[in-house]
């Protein structure tokens, strides 16, 4: 196992969208599991393919306490959408930037596990605004591309600030 670079905004890669896995084989088990390792050392709840610039549709997920909860999505697809959820959220590509952004209270997805083996999973809550966050990131969108303009630029102007500071 290892764990893998991941991509800070902004770097246009994480603008690549991703492409559906075909082949579920050796390496995409190996891929999933230097994800995960990846996810839990950063610390984060999530972490999409594209992130460490492996651009196939490809997402871990851990929202427990206990990080005992591994959800791997492959492909996955949004069946069904309800309600509005407001939660704050971060990403592990724009470290320091917390924004609430609109995203559906409960949602229905199926994906395949990295075995190839199809699900269904119904999601509410951070779960469902996570699995939301890195469907996102499969399509080449980072979560402050949906706040205003003038709240983009402020980020901007924030982490140009951070990259300073750490020079
Ligand atoms: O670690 C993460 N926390 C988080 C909090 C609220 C909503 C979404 C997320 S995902 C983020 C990890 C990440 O960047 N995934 O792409
Ligand atoms: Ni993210």
Redesign the pocket.
């Known amino acids: 196992m290892a764990t893998l670079n991941i991509l800070r905004y902004p770097d246009a890669r994480l603008h690549k969208v991703a492409a559906p896995v075909t082949v579920f084989d050796e390496s995409l088990k190996k891929l999933v599991a230097d994800m995960a390792e990846t ?1 839990y050392a ?7 393919a594209t ?1 460490v610039d492996v651009h196939k549709q490809i997402i871990v997920v851990d929202v427990s306490d206990r990080r005992d909860s591994l959800i791997v999505l492959v492909n996955p697809e949004i069946l069904e959408s309800t309600g509005v959820s407001d ?7 724009l470290p320091g930037i917390y924004e609430l952004v609109e995203r559906a209270e409960r949602v229905k997805v199926r994906a395949f596990d990295q075995n190839g083996t199809a699900f269904t999973l119904e999601a509410q809550g ?1 779960l469902s ?2 699995i939301q ?2 469907m996102d ?1 499969l399509k080449g969108k980072v979560f402050v591309e949906q706040l205003s303009q003038l709240k983009q630029q402020r980020i901007r102007a924030r982490l140009a600030k951070q990259l300073r500071k750490s020079a």
């Open positions: 996810m950063a610390p984060g709840i999530g972490l999409a992130q939660i704050e959220e971060g990403c592990l590509s951070l605004v996570c966050h890195e990131h």
